[in-house]
């Protein structure tokens, strides 16, 4: 079962605007959530992240919200720049997957100049 | 050396091939993890590392796979009489220390393609 989805495969976004990209879980002991951005032939690269206390985290252009009620939780870029374009990673750790990530499957950002 | 460091970068093997697949993970980091990677899919979890014991395989899909990580530092991934649906990008990855929240690093990954 897919304990973390991610239910658009794709998004496309002008230069300047927001993207917002979603995740949702199941796992209710997942205390910890992290987003990964990876390029082609990369590996995914940390991005940021947030524990399960808190309900927003910042740095910089990219915000990570947490609805912990709703096991929902997304990735705002302002503004998206062509650079940005990559796959996001969501994951998520906690209870007996202490340790480790359980992924989600991706999202493709494109970002158009 | 900086980064998770993986190799070969690229492997193609014959079907019933064994292959091995080592990790550098960043130096003084305690914890290592393998994961595969289908085309389109995240990674998943196959093995981790504290220091040299192996602690939690759940993820291994049979008993063709095997990890050992003997000095606690570098690791390597075996995989006995490879399998077409054993093609996949395998990467490695470390943190610090073992806790939640440590923020976790990854190797650009190793592609295996088995034909």
């Known amino acids: 079962d897919q304990q973390v989805k991610q239910n658009s495969p794709s998004l496309s976004v002008q230069e300047g605007r927001i993207s917002i990209l979603n995740c949702d879980y199941t796992?209710?002991?997942?205390?910890?959530f992290l987003w990964y951005k990876k390029y082609p032939a990369e590996g995914p690269t940390f991005l940021i992240s947030i524990s399960s206390i808190k309900d927003k985290n910042e740095d910089g252009r990219f915000t990570v919200f947490l609805n912990k009620s709703a096991k929902h939780l997304s990735l705002h870029i302002v503004p998206s720049q062509p650079g940005d374009s990559a796959v996001y990673f969501c994951a998520a750790e906690g209870g007996t997957s202490y340790g480790k990530l359980t992924f989600g499957q991706g999202t493709i950002l494109t970002v158009h100049p | 050396g900086a980064g998770v460091s993986q190799s070969p970068r690229y492997k193609v093997a014959k079907r019933g091939q064994d292959v091995a697949l080592r990790c550098d993970p960043i130096s003084g980091h305690v914890s290592l993890f393998w994961y595969q990677q289908a085309l389109g899919q995240g990674p998943e979890f196959l093995t981790y590392f504290q220091n040299e014991a192996q602690l939690d395989k759940s993820g291994l899909p049979s008993d063709r796979f095997f990890a050992e990580r003997p000095e606690g530092s570098v690791s390597t991934l075996k995989i006995q009489r490879t399998q077409q649906e054993d093609s996949a990008v395998y990467l490695c990855?470390?943190?610090?220390?073992?806790?939640?929240?440590?923020?976790?690093?990854f190797g650009e990954g190793s592609w295996l393609t088995v034909v």
């Open positions: 990855a470390s943190s610090l220390e073992y806790r939640t929240g440590n923020t976790i690093y």
């Open positions: 796992n209710s002991m997942f205390d910890y």
